[in-house]
T-cell receptor
């Protein structure tokens, strides 16, 4: 049972346009969400996060939106750059468990074309 | 800080052989996580430790998999005997409980079982 799902394995966008990556979750206990970025032959690196008390968090070109009622979050990258080409993982945690355990999705491969 | 160090970077072994993956977490981090990356399931949590104690090993696929953390600076993931379906990239990550929602990942070990 996949508690965090990224239903789009890949996404291709033109440089300068918006990239929208989506993530759905099933566990209503999740209250903290993160996005990680992974380049080939490297480990994932933290990109941006959002707490369930918010519905939006912005950091430069990256914005994460959270829709709790739909159990859905999305990552917007504006404008997209070729260096953004990577695999993006969505992750979720139940902070009340106090374990720090993160559940990841399958990942979405983003290709930004020059 | 050297980050999370994993060894080896690549491992090719024959079916039936024992494989040992190693991880050195960041000094001061008291949580350590082993993940496996596959196309179908993305980043799958295998086991995690808090203060060197295994907390949740429900993600370990079979009895062929075992993990240890004898001290705060070293952990191993062992597969015995290995099978071709174990081929994947295995990641180790560490964090502090206070910032448990931002892991630092190692570069991974790419395991190929032939």
């Amino acid at each position: 049972d996949q508690q965090v799902k990224q239903n789009s394995p890949s996404l291709s966008v033109q440089e300068g346009r918006i990239s929208i990556l989506n993530c759905d979750y099933t566990n209503s206990m999740f209250d903290y969400f993160l996005w990680y970025k992974k380049y080939p032959a490297e480990g994932p690196t933290f990109l941006i996060s959002i707490s369930s008390i918010k519905d939006k968090n912005e950091d430069g070109r990256f914005t994460v939106f959270l829709n709790k009622s739909a159990k859905h979050l999305s990552l917007h990258i504006v404008p997209s750059q070729p260096g953004d080409s990577a695999v993006y993982f969505c992750a979720a945690s139940a902070t009340g468990s106090n374990t720090g355990k993160l559940i990841f999705g399958q990942g979405t491969t983003l290709q930004v074309k020059p | 800080d050297a980050g999370v160090i994993q060894s080896p970077r690549h491992e090719v072994t024959e079916m039936g052989q024992e494989v040992t993956l190693r991880c050195k977490p960041i000094s001061g981090h008291n949580s350590l996580f082993w993940y496996r990356q596959t196309m179908m399931r993305g980043l799958e949590l295998l086991i995690y430790f808090n203060n060197n104690v295994p907390i949740d090993d429900s993600g370990m696929p079979e009895d062929r998999f075992s993990a240890k953390m004898p001290n705060a600076s070293f952990s191993t993931l062992k597969i015995q005997p290995s099978e071709p379906r174990d081929s994947a990239v295995y990641f180790c990550a560490s964090s502090t409980l206070r910032t448990a929602y931002g892991y630092t990942f190692g570069s991974g070990t790419r395991l190929t079982v032939v």
